[in-house]
Each structure stands twice: as C-alpha cells, then as structure tokens.
C-alpha cells in the first residue's frame, strides 16, 4: 500500500492545493460554455471554449505534478457548481473573463504566500502562471469588445475566431504536467 506523504503543510501548499480545485472547477464551467455555443451551431466559439477547458485541466496537471514533484500530499476534489443557463452570448463571455479576474486573483495570493513564506522556488514556479493569466483576461478581454462592437452579432465574432484562431499554442514554458498534456 503506498504511503501518503505527509509534508507539513504551508498556506502556499493549502492554497495550491484549493487552486487545483479551481482549475478543474474552471475546466468545468468552459466545457458548459462550449456546450453551449456548439448547441446553437456557433462552431468557432464552441472550439475555443473546448480548447480553454483542456487549457484550465492542464493547468490543475500542472499543479498536481509539482506538489508531487515537491512531495506534499494531493487529494482531486469534486468541483464548485457550473452555471449552464444563459439569455445570450455576451453572458458566456462576460462569465468567462470574470472566471480569469478570479484565477488571477489567487495566483496573486499564491505568489504572495509563496514570497511570505521564503519558498522561492514555488515562488518561481507560479511565475509562469501570473503571466499565463495576463494572456488569459486580454484575450477575455478581446473577445468581449469585439461582440460588443459587432452588436451582438455571433457571425462575426465567429469570423474573428477563425481569422484570429483560438489562441491555443503551445507553450514550451509551461511547467510540466501530470500524464502529460492533453
């Protein structure tokens, strides 16, 4: 039977350890996004709500592989509720960005617990992530004000996505992650 590691736990560990949960909680609310927009025949906004989902559970990977990787415990929670019910688009998008305001929110604590705590190295670990939100609330950002200046019309922010793409690159920066990508 294996043997549970037990480290002591810190507030950065407490933290990354509720972090995984709300990445996976994330995850979860991007697939319900795109469900709905590949219900009302919206392909492109669909895939990249797809692609962010798989983007979001990657991200808890990688969290789950460095408390591995630094010997703590890791326990995969459940998730927090999914909204599924929206009146229009824009609600989908809107939710989205406030979703990435909150994650970057807490990778700001953990940074910050990190730094409190003298744990340089996680402190470089979330590093990658403080810049990873950037990206994620400007492209939120971006997609919000394009709707808005196309009045709602989904044709052409459909257009835009596939001109633009999703914005799913691969980052070779990204820390490693557990069974690896998707």
């Known amino acids: 039977m294996p043997t549970i590691k037990k ?4 507030k950065f560990y ?13 995850s979860q609310q991007y697939v319900a996004l795109a469900v709905w927009f590949d219900n009302d025949d919206l392909p492109q906004l669909a895939k990249y709500f797809y692609a962010q989902a798989i983007e979001e559970r990657n991200h808890a990977m990688a969290l789950v592989q460095y408390m591995m990787d630094t010997d703590h415990h890791v326990e995969i ?34 940074a ?34 394009v709707y808005d200046r196309a009045k709602g019309d989904l044709f052409e922010v459909e257009k835009f996505l596939h001109r633009e793409g999703t ?6 920066g990204m820390p490693p992650v557990a069974g690896g990508k998707l």
């Open 14 to 26: 407490e933290l990354l350890q509720q972090q995984v949960r709300n990445e996976f909680n994330a």
């Open 112 to 145: 910050k617990a990190a730094r409190d705590e003298d744990d340089y190295t996680s402190e470089q670990f979330i590093q990658w992530f403080l810049k990873e939100q950037v990206e994620e609330i400007s492209k939120l950002t971006t997609l919000l004000n």
């Open 7 to 10: 480290h002591p736990r810190s």
């Open 77 to 110: 929670t459940g998730t927090g509720e999914v909204r599924n019910d929206f009146a229009d688009a824009r609600e989908l998008v809107e939710l989205a960005l406030e979703q990435e305001k909150e994650v970057a929110a807490d990778i700001k604590a953990l």
């Open 167 to 172: 914005g799913d690159g691969d980052d070779a």
